[in-house]
């Protein structure tokens, strides 16, 4: 498609592409960058982990709450969804199977993240979803289909987010373990909109089985 996103650089960290046995998409927040979202990637990098990290046009990807109904947030939630594809197709272009490559966004793009991975169902090498959850009004379970095939999934995210309401993680959980996800969901309470240690410590973890040979 030719959204909005569309024609954004894609900003590129950890071990080249070519070099690469694994690759991790990162998606950034609403009024981040690329580059920021990088900084967190580099938290977690391994040798042989590839980061990539694709751009919004002008720093956000769609314009309104994910609460409201899915056109008001179109064409962006569409054009973002694109070039998160874009991203995942990229490394694959350079050996990297989907099956070795994770799918990380925080707060908007931990939103977009989670909605990418739930309407492509394949085994990808894992989502985390920092402060997010499926996108629109409301969400009925019954209308994803297909299967993750044991995708490791984790969705962290606090009691009393100001963005994110909780309830919204649990429906996210229970789509993503109907599609045959397998999911680790922590909720922490007073956290506030951010990511902990211990969050980034648990998708450490996550990260080591992609790079094992």
Same mark, same amino acid.
Request: hydrophobic share 35%.
């Given at each position: 498609?030719?959204?909005?996103?569309?024609? !954004?650089?894609?900003?590129?960290?950890? +071990?080249?592409?070519?070099?690469?046995?694994?690759?991790?998409? %990162?998606?950034?927040?609403?009024?981040? +960058?690329?580059?920021?979202?990088?900084?967190?990637?580099? !938290?977690?990098?391994?040798?042989? $982990?590839?980061?990539?990290?694709?751009?919004?046009?002008?720093?956000?990807?769609?314009?309104?709450?994910? $609460? !409201?109904?899915?056109?008001?947030?179109?064409?962006?939630?569409?054009?973002?969804? !694109?070039?998160?594809?874009?991203?995942?197709?990229?490394?694959?272009?350079?050996?990297?199977?989907?099956?070795?490559?994770?799918?990380?966004?925080?707060?908007?793009?931990?939103?977009?993240?989670?909605?990418?991975?739930?309407?492509?169902?394949?085994?990808?090498?894992? $989502?985390?979803?920092?402060?997010?959850? %499926?996108?629109?009004?409301?969400?009925?379970?019954?209308?994803?289909?297909?299967?993750?095939?044991?995708?490791?999934?984790?969705?962290?995210?606090?009691?009393?987010?100001?963005?994110?309401?909780?309830?919204?993680?649990?429906?996210?959980?229970?789509? %993503?373990?109907?599609?045959?996800?397998?999911?680790?969901?922590?909720?922490?309470?007073?956290?506030?909109?951010?990511?902990?240690?211990?969050?980034?410590?648990?998708?450490?973890?996550?990260?080591?089985?992609?790079?094992?040979?």
């Amino acid at each position: 498609m030719d959204g909005p996103h569309q024609g !954004q650089p894609l900003a590129t960290a950890g +071990t080249p592409l070519d070099e690469a046995e694994a690759a991790l998409v %990162l998606v950034h927040g609403r009024g981040a +960058t690329a580059e920021s979202i990088l900084q967190m990637g580099r !938290q977690i990098h391994r040798d042989g $982990l590839a980061l990539l990290a694709p751009q919004a046009d002008r720093n956000t990807w769609y314009p309104n709450s994910f $609460l !409201q109904p899915v056109e008001s947030n179109e064409p962006g939630r569409s054009s973002g969804l !694109q070039a998160i594809d874009d991203a995942v197709e990229r490394a694959n272009d350079h050996g990297v199977p989907a099956e070795r490559v994770m799918v990380l966004g925080f707060s908007q793009g931990a939103c977009l993240g989670s909605e990418y991975v739930a309407r492509n169902p394949r085994r990808y090498g894992g $989502l985390v979803a920092f402060s997010g959850g %499926l996108i629109g009004e409301t969400i009925d379970p019954d209308e994803f289909e297909g299967s993750l095939d044991g995708t490791p999934a984790f969705l962290g995210c606090s009691d009393v987010d100001p963005h994110i309401p909780e309830e919204r993680v649990h429906v996210t959980t229970e789509v %993503l373990e109907k599609l045959d996800a397998g999911v680790e969901e922590r909720i922490y309470e007073g956290m506030g909109h951010g990511v902990n240690d211990d969050e980034i410590e648990y998708v450490d973890g996550m990260v080591a089985p992609l790079l094992e040979n």
